[in-house]
């Protein structure tokens, strides 16, 4: 033996923790739990035991390990079936395989299963290995390694039941056979009434994540519990994601699906992710195909609201990869293929001669020209919208001296008072704090509030501003005290 010094640098050791007061909502489905019922967890241990396995736990628990986040998880009813797309094999023996579809998947999945030892269906001797995230864990395992025994069928753990048939005849070792699988969703009201929950609860979480493909219907139902939680005083973002990229489509073709598909919707209070990503399971420790929005969502709960995701020192996000072993990109990136940030999606990206995968643009999918560009455009003006009504709730009937005039409007001294009172509080919440470079509350001096029991009043943010283009010149001089010349 060598004399050698072994080190292992270990991670997540520094128990780094979100603010205290962070939480992140996730509605979505899974296997089992309670429905529509919002209470707090912060162990993964919890999740399992209450909602065993799907989407919502996954999503969860990436919260729970990747950012030291509280999450408030909402299991929604699924209409929506879960299924499975097509089934690919390689040579085979004289046996068929095919997929039960009497059986319904809970999660999306990859799933390979692939034979060690082969011989006759109905007689023992027979194993093989699984993996449920493509081959990427699991197939190398021989701590994984099953007997098929007299049976004719495989039932594959994890996946709620998802079971492949083996008909009458051989199967040779090395026999590999794949196929996808989908998670069920929610349907509208489904997902209403999941948003209803939130709005309800008295818990105090602070951010947003619907896992489940986003169609035009459902992108308009995520946007009116949003505004239904404005009007009720709770002011929230969210972050949720449209479908995948289908086998085989071109970057060209999903960014032209999509365009058609959402290009007449908008909302200013949702982050739409577009394209995919292999995620770290904090559950299983399999590496699965899952939306950005489900770390994206985790790393907005986790910063203060000022934060613009995209920021270089909030990433890489933990657990992430849009390329595979050898570097190559086999998920989305915006920095190789632009044009979705162009389409109002939030996405993925890489950066030349940084390692991991990081936001692009925290992009709300606000209509083209609005002031909501970005994420925390809106959270602060939700911040100011928070800290206004707070304040101003105390004022409702309470009694205030007007004019002598008979105009019935508020007396100049009083409205003096009250703005004093919530521009010092809008100040402290945001330029004290430095989520905005300045914020003022006015009170209306014409309203006729005597007569009417109503007046006006406006709050103005002047934002902080977020630098995406650093344009420089760089030149060649003849001597270091030469000045640069610059042509053309």
């Known amino acids: 033996m060598n004399p050698t010094v072994e080190i292992e640098v270990l991670d997540n050791q520094l128990d780094i923790r979100a603010p205290q007061d962070a939480m992140l909502a996730v509605v979505a489905t ?3 739990g309670p429905l529509g ?13 209450t909602y065993v396995e799907g989407p919502l736990v996954e999503a969860c628990a990436y919260a729970i390990e990747r950012f030291g986040l509280t999450v408030l998880p909402v299991r929604t009813d699924s209409s929506v079936a879960g299924g499975y797309g097509a089934l690919t094999t390689s040579t085979a023996g004289t046996s068929v395989p095919t997929i039960d579809n009497t059986t319904e998947p809970d999660d999306e999945l990859e799933l390979v299963i692939q034979f060690v030892a082969g011989g006759t269906v109905g007689t023992t001797g027979m194993t093989y290995r699984v993996s449920l995230d493509g081959g990427r864990t699991g197939l190398l395992s021989t701590d994984r390694t099953y007997a098929l025994g007299t049976a004719n069928n495989i039932v594959v753990a994890g996946t709620g039941g998802a079971r ?9 070792a090395g026999f590999k056979l794949s196929f996808p699988t989908t998670a069920p969703k929610w349907n509208a009201s489904e997902l209403a009434a999941g948003l209803t929950a939130l709005r309800q609860t008295k818990a105090r979480w602070t951010a947003l994540q619907v896992y ?36 085989g489509e071109t970057e060209a073709q999903y960014l032209a699906a999509l365009t058609t598909a959402l290009g007449g919707s908008s909302s200013k209070r949702v982050a739409l992710c577009a394209g995919y990503a292999k995620v770290d399971s904090s559950i299983s420790r399999r590496r699965y195909r899952r939306p950005p929005s489900v770390p994206i969502a985790a790393l907005a709960a986790a910063v203060s609201e000022e934060i613009d995701l995209a920021e270089l020192a909030y990433g890489p996000l933990p657990g992430v990869a849009i390329a595979d072993g050898n570097g190559n990109p086999d998920e989305h990136d915006e920095f190789i293929n632009p044009g979705l940030d162009d389409q109002r999606f939030t996405t993925l990206r890489s950066w030349e001669g940084r390692a991991g995968v990081w936001v692009n643009n925290p992009r709300l999918f606000a209509p083209v020209g609005s002031d909501f560009l970005y994420l925390q455009y809106g959270r602060i003006v939700d911040i100011a919208c928070t800290v206004a009504r707070t304040e101003l709730e105390p004022i409702l009937s309470r009694p205030v001296e007007v004019r002598k005039d008979g105009s019935g409007r508020i007396d100049p001294n009083v409205a003096l008072a009250i703005e004093g009172q919530i521009n010092a509080r809008l100040g402290s919440a945001l330029v004290g704090l430095r989520k905005a470079t300045s914020v003022s509350f006015t009170l209306s001096r014409t309203d006729d509030v005597l007569r009417t029991g109503q007046i006006g009043w406006q709050v103005r943010v002047l934002p902080l501003a977020y630098i995406k283009k650093l344009r420089g010149k760089v030149a060649l001089v003849a001597s270091a005290s030469a000045p640069v010349t610059v042509t053309g």
């Open 164 to 172: 492949v048939n083996f008909a009458a005849g051989t199967i040779p």
């Open 30 to 32: 899974s296997a089992d």
């Open 212 to 247: 489940g493909d986003m169609d035009a219907t459902g992108l308009s139902t995520l946007d009116a519990g949003l505004e239904a939680m404005h009007a009720a005083g709770r002011e929230r973002r969210a972050v949720a994601h449209v479908r995948k990229p289908n086998a």
């Open 37 to 49: 019922v919002a209470a707090p967890i912060t162990q993964t241990q919890d999740l399992v035991s």
